[in-house]
């Protein structure tokens, strides 16, 4: 099958959108017109999964179609690092825009607007002061976060459609805090009373003290906010549509992980309690194992001086509800079709490489889609992992506040082969072990049964970790399986 070289490429990543929330992934209580649609006309992946969580290493791993995970941490972009728009304005003259209201590109020099010929962050995503500025205006669903980021590429795109472009379109929504219009709430809950969304625990609801109430109040909110981007990214469709975009642009949706709504018994992506006296990372507490032992610092960014943390981070375990993303990829003149290859997101940064007609950097350690979209290959890859930032003991590292804390404990990583799905982070930690095709939702742990199964994911996780240049103080610590 042959493509059209030098498309247009426009890359949509909604944050926290969970794929299961889709009707083109089998939802069917869910509205999600706009994109089933798009998907009707797209190469649908069912497996594809986030790589490195969360938030801004996702971006990373997207604009530099590597594992970063298994390099950085959550912060900045190195400075020696190349960018997909870097290479798209250089080796294929393209004019590039970012517009996003994800709140962490450009904060504290984090850098990751590199190589856009223009960049625009809609201010406000950012809880606190910064929200509530912003968010005491609004009178109409137009002045909401994702519908301010579509408007303002609909207008972006009025002005620069005779150029080659890539745009990429990056909203929050649907990440907390929740709050779209009550008639998106209304939807998934006819009797709703105006009530906001409680915040989430990010912790064992149950024990956290929620009710079955807010737990459902939390999801109808999402739900909420889930339809409301779709009828947005419906609208920058249509525009698309109105200016004769669609038959010379690719199309791609995706977002950077999912969320637990109850799931495995939590309300939340991570496991973080506060407390007077330690930030701590690692397991819950059980008979077996002291607090103590995972007692965390910070430093004060305004004094400089390392003191006890305001809160507990918990070991904190990446299930299929949160690794397993959405990916739609519509190609101008190409057969839609559905795709089971196992992929991650770093693999979408060559992609729009080959997309634009553009060489791969040797740098790049993601592989190219094209083969799947054309049909011309069935599998890239037999071993996708997602975690965490392999964090090593004793470096002191930045996440969501840009409080810098100092690491005892490193994050689980989930390494699956599409059979067995591995949950491991250091020796000394549980071990997780999931057989695929009879608990596809993880959620009986067969380690003592196959502990051979777990020992070879084990063995050819180190040799990813080996293959991209992991680091030898981060192997060292992931030698051993238990």
């Known amino acids: 099958m042959n493509m059209k070289k030098g498309l247009n490429i426009v890359l949509i990543v909604a944050d926290t959108f969970r794929k299961d929330h889709l009707g083109c992934y089998g939802n069917s209580s869910i509205q999600t ?21 969360p938030t801004v290493p996702a971006r990373t791993d997207l604009l530099t179609g590597k594992f970063s995970f298994t390099h950085l941490g959550w912060g900045p972009l190195p400075t020696n690092e190349v960018t997909l728009p870097q290479l798209l304005v250089a080796k294929g003259g393209y004019t590039t825009i970012g517009i996003v209201d994800t709140p962490f590109y450009i904060r504290n020099g984090y850098g990751h607007d590199r190589g856009f010929d223009d960049f625009i962050w809609i201010r406000g995503q950012r809880p606190g002061l910064e929200r509530r500025s912003v968010t005491q205006d609004w009178r109409y669903e137009e002045d909401h976060f994702a519908p301010t980021s579509i408007r303002t590429a609909e207008k972006w795109i009025e002005k620069h459609y005779k150029e080659k472009f890539f745009m990429m379109i990056d909203t929050w929504d649907p990440h907390e805090p929740w709050d779209p219009p009550d008639y998106y709430v209304e939807k998934y809950f006819a009797n709703h009373d105006g009530r906001r969304s409680p915040w989430p625990c990010y912790w064992y609801w149950k024990e956290a003290g929620l009710c079955d109430d807010d737990l459902k109040q939390c999801h109808i909110h999402y739900c909420g906010e889930v339809t409301m981007v779709d009828r947005w990214i419906g609208r920058i469709l249509e525009r698309f549509e109105s200016l004769d975009l669609m038959d010379k642009t690719v199309v791609i949706f995706t977002s950077d992980h999912g969320f637990y709504f109850g799931e495995h018994g939590m309300l939340g992506k991570a496991m973080m309690r506060s407390k007077e006296g330690g930030y ?52 101008p003149e ?149």
């Open 33 to 53: 017109p706009h994109l089933d649609n798009l998907a009707a006309r797209a190469v649908v992946f069912d497996r594809c999964y986030a790589a490195s969580f």
């Open 280 to 331: 701590i990372v690692g397991l819950s507490p059980d008979k077996h194992r002291a607090q103590n032992k995972f007692t965390m610092l910070f430093r004060s960014p305004e004094t400089g001086k390392v003191a006890p943390g305001q809160g507990l981070w918990w070991r904190s375990p990446i299930y299929e509800e949160v690794s397993r993303v959405p990916l739609l990829i519509y190609v």
């Open 334 to 482: 190409t057969e839609s079709r559905r795709v089971d290859a196992m992929l991650s997101l770093p693999d979408l940064m060559p992609t729009i490489l080959e997309l634009a007609g553009l060489e791969i950097p040797e740098i790049v350690q993601a592989s190219s889609l094209v083969p799947l979209i054309r049909g011309e290959s069935k599998q890239l890859h037999d071993l996708i992992i997602t975690s965490w930032p392999l964090y090593t003991p004793g470096e002191t590292i930045r996440v969501v506040d840009d409080w810098e804390r100092i690491v005892t404990e490193p994050m689980p990583s989930t390494i699956t082969d599409g059979d067995w799905t591995l949950l491991y982070a250091t020796k000394g930690e549980p071990v997780e072990l999931y057989e695929c095709a009879s608990d596809p939702w993880l959620e009986k742990n067969v380690f003592d049964d196959h502990e051979a199964v777990a020992r070879d994911l084990h063995t050819r996780f180190l040799r990813f970790l080996e293959k991209v240049g992991t680091s030898e103080a981060r192997l060292k610590l992931r030698q051993t399986l238990r």
